[in-house]
């Protein structure tokens, strides 16, 4: 059989980029239905309950914000536009060798 007779399936890259980016919106979406649980299993964050809201609500309000960025940030690479946020960091780490 010559290369030409083989058939090669691959999935489109963009097809794992949907993957991650829901599986990344589900992460965001269970940190943000679940914040409550975390803060009474892992505690208070004093810089969140100094900065965002007195009582245990700073900690809830800091797990919820970073379940929103999660999300965010998800539907940014499913789409294709990741780039635009980690472009910048590239040259903090140097060019790609």
């Known amino acids: 059989m010559t290369r ?4 090669v399936h ?3 890259p963009e097809i794992m980029n ?3 980016g829901l599986i990344g919106v589900t ?3 269970l940190v943000i239905k ?4 975390i803060t009474e299993n892992f505690g208070t964050i ?3 309950e100094q900065h965002l809201r007195g009582g245990m609500a700073g900690t809830i309000s800091f797990y919820r914000i970073v379940g ?3 999300i965010i940030l998800s539907l940014m690479y499913m789409f294709g536009s990741f780039g635009i946020i980690a472009a910048p960091l590239g040259s903090v780490f140097g060019p790609p060798k």
């Not at 030409?4 to 058939?7: D, E, G, P």
């Not at 679940?34 to 649980?37: T, V």
């Open 4 to 7: 030409s007779m083989v058939r």
């Open 18 to 20: 949907i993957f991650w």
């Open 27 to 29: 992460v965001g979406v």
């Open 10 to 12: 691959r999935r489109p």
């Open 46 to 48: 004093e810089w969140a």
């Open 68 to 70: 929103i960025v999660i």
């Open 34 to 37: 679940y914040s409550i649980w």
